[in-house]
């Protein structure tokens, strides 16, 4: 290995960690002020309503969820619709993160909910904004000019 590579895989992971963070800090934030919407089928209906308000889209699965033909249908419609509709696009994984970070929406009702899908939308204010989607976007739009059309992140549990 060269001394190059050393160096760009270094960079790599703590690019990483960094919008794998930036990317925790934007959930936070943006449920805070009522700016996500989570689920499958709540994102496809707010994206056939209102695709411009939508300005992120986390696709959330784990090992365990990846031979689920339905899901990965579901992801790749989502997917096509995003890049029409000029969407950042991030896959990411750690679900039990995910849930650690949102809240587990299961109280109320008998099932879990369902965090494969999570759009980030804007409320039309600058207040929450964060520096978090500063960088998931920079992130988003370096990994296109690399032709990877959907960045992958890994949330690590803590």
């Given amino acids: 290995m060269t001394l190059e590579e050393l160096v760009s895989c270094d ?11 930036a990317v925790e800090q934007l959930l936070v934030a943006a449920q805070r002020q009522g700016a996500l ?3 499958v089928y709540e994102s496809a209906k707010l994206m056939n309503v209102d695709p411009d308000s939508v300005v992120l889209c986390l ?3 784990d090992e365990e969820d ?3 033909i339905a899901l990965q249908i579901h992801f790749t419609l ?3 619709f995003c890049c029409d509709n000029d969407i950042n696009i991030l896959r990411v994984s750690g679900m039990e993160r995910l849930a650690a970070l949102l ?5 109320d009702t008998a099932e879990p909910q369902d965090l494969h899908c999570i759009l980030v939308t804007n409320p039309h204010t600058d207040s929450w904004k964060t520096q978090g989607l500063a960088e998931v976007a920079s ?4 990994s296109r000019c690399n032709n990877e059309w959907v ?8």
């Fill in 139 to 142: 992130y988003c739009e370096e």
């Fill in 103 to 107: 809240g587990d929406g299961s109280q």
């Fill in 59 to 61: 696709l959330a699965i």
């Fill in 66 to 68: 990846e031979d689920d």
């Fill in 11 to 21: 960079n790599t992971e703590n690019k990483m960690k960094s919008v794998s963070e």
């Fill in 78 to 80: 989502i997917q096509a």
């Fill in 37 to 39: 919407t989570v689920g």
């Fill in 151 to 158: 960045p992958y992140v890994t949330l690590q549990a803590r």
